[in-house]
């Protein structure tokens, strides 16, 4: 019987008309930022755990090895954002557009995101483990050696993604679609895709997988 998924919703992000921020309102611990427009600041090392941002925008802003740990996102567009470890744990995402990213070895282990969109970014070694996914959906992204392990994934989807080496150990997936993924590559956790839907050509590429997890041997 033919499976029926839902959709994830789209955030709803209409922000006003913002202010462009000054130097004085570099991101700082615990601090408190309302429409404001960040452009092409240089947060490299920035220390900001538990700052909340709400209807904002970060365009062009460099987060290498930035501790953004407990942050909070709220109606926020980043785009075009750069970084090489950036520390994102336990952070929560709502209602945000993450677009044309380049990020490498981004920690969002323990992290919740809901109704977020993740559109035209390349992120290598993006870690969610113990997150929560909700109305996430990714489209147009290289994923390199994505993280999902004990992950909770409803309503997910993956449009003409690239996916490489993902790991879904011990993750739990409702209505994740798969169908779309230009390349689905799964290294770990090929046992846990229940709930998820794939395409026939995609079970053939992950025969081998389920069968080795199955204890099955492919002989001539």
């Known amino acids: 019987m033919a499976q029926r998924i839902r959709a994830p919703r789209l955030p709803e992000v209409a922000l006003p008309a913002l202010r462009a921020a000054e130097p004085s309102d570099r991101p700082s611990a615990d601090g408190g930022y309302d429409s404001l427009e960040f452009t092409d600041a240089g947060w490299s090392g920035l220390r900001a755990r538990g700052a909340a941002f709400l209807e904002c925008?970060?365009?062009?802003?460099?987060?290498?090895?930035?501790?953004?740990?407990?942050?909070?996102?709220?109606?926020?567009?980043?785009?075009?954002?750069?970084g090489a470890g950036v520390q994102l744990s336990e952070a929560v995402l709502r209602d945000v557009e993450l677009l044309d990213a380049r990020l490498g070895g981004v920690q969002l282990g323990g992290a919740g995101l809901n109704r977020v969109l993740i559109r035209g970014c390349k992120i290598d070694y993006l870690s969610l483990r113990q997150s929560r996914l909700t109305d996430v959906t990714f489209q147009g992204c290289t994923l390199i050696e994505p993280d999902f392990g004990g992950?909770?994934?409803?309503?997910?989807?993956?449009?003409?993604?690239?996916?490489?080496?993902?790991?879904f150990s011990h993750a739990v997936l409702r209505d994740t679609d798969l169908r779309a993924a230009s390349?689905?590559?799964?290294?770990?956790?090929?046992?846990?895709?229940g709930g998820a839907v794939i395409t026939?050509?995609?079970?053939?590429?992950?025969?081998?997988?389920?069968a080795g997890h199955l204890g099955i041997a492919i002989q001539p």
């Open 151 to 167: 992950a909770r994934l409803e309503r997910v989807s993956f449009a003409d993604c690239e996916l490489r080496g993902a790991d």
């Open 57 to 82: 925008a970060m365009r062009g802003c460099a987060l290498d090895d930035a501790d953004l740990r407990r942050v909070r996102l709220t109606d926020t567009v980043l785009e075009g954002v750069t």
């Open 183 to 193: 390349r689905l590559e799964i290294a770990r956790g090929v046992d846990r895709l």
């Open 200 to 210: 026939p050509a995609q079970l053939l590429d992950l025969a081998p997988a389920l």
